[in-house]
């Protein structure tokens, strides 16, 4: 983590020139580098179901393949081991595939055009914030998180979500993302916001836990990313749903 002895943090409402930042934010925190959704769903994948059976099924391929006399049987044990690790190999890359599609800012609407999205100009539920890490001797600082509050994908009243909340890796540890939904939490109030729906990978446990911390509850878990895509669902990426009653 880097150090910045003299900063603050300060969280204000986004401006339409912060647009750039924002998404760059959103585009690493998902997909690149160590921290990153993607970094925690490959991590976590090497003990979920897929890839323990492709260990079971190899070893057992190995097992057949150098110990058995016959040699029709080390051939299949062959053709065992050499099918499931290619099924390992398959399976991460299409989580890694997954997750940098997921990553990519022309994959979702809100983030063409935050300010008209998010209706900032309005003064209304909807809005979103960036922190800045400032110097204390000057004005204006470095964006290094943000998060958003949307009415638009859960009809009605007094329901919103909590969307794109991301943190700059070189600054994690630091409380942004607690002064980040503080900010959230304190804006659902004063505009009689009564529920705040958000969705999470349930493989970053730090992330999920301070949720929980704010008073979010697990409603329910689901293995994937949406996608019209029957075929994805043996990708195992697991997502959790929370809601937060105000």
Sequence with gaps: MASFPESIVRVRQFKAEDEQIVQHLFTV???????????????????????????????????????SRDASQRLLGAFISAASTLFFVVHRR??????????????????????????????????????????????????????????????????????????DPTVRGRGIGKLLIQAAIDHAKTHRVTTIWLTTSGHQ??????????????????SRLASPNKFADWVDVRLVDFVLTL
């Design 29 to 67: 925190g998902i997909g690149y580098g160590v921290g990153s959704t993607r970094h925690h769903v490959l991590r976590a994948s090497l003990t979920r179901p897929n890839s323990l059976i492709a260990y079971f099924l190899c070893a057992i391929g190995l097992s057949v393949g150098l110990f």
């Design 94 to 167: 299409a989580l890694s595939r997954m997750m940098l599609k997921h990553a990519d800012n022309r994959n979702h609407s809100d983030m063409h055009n935050v300010y008209s999205h998010y209706k900032i100009a309005s003064n209304g539920p909807d809005n979103f914030w960036v922190a800045e890490l400032v110097n204390k001797r000057e004005t204006s600082g470095r964006v290094v998180g943000c998060v958003g509050l949307d009415t638009s994908p859960i009809p009605g009243d007094g329901t919103a979500e909590l969307r794109r909340m991301a943190v």
């Design 205 to 222: 446990t730090v992330a999920t836990g301070l949720y929980e911390k704010f008073g979010w509850k697990r409603l329910s878990t689901r």
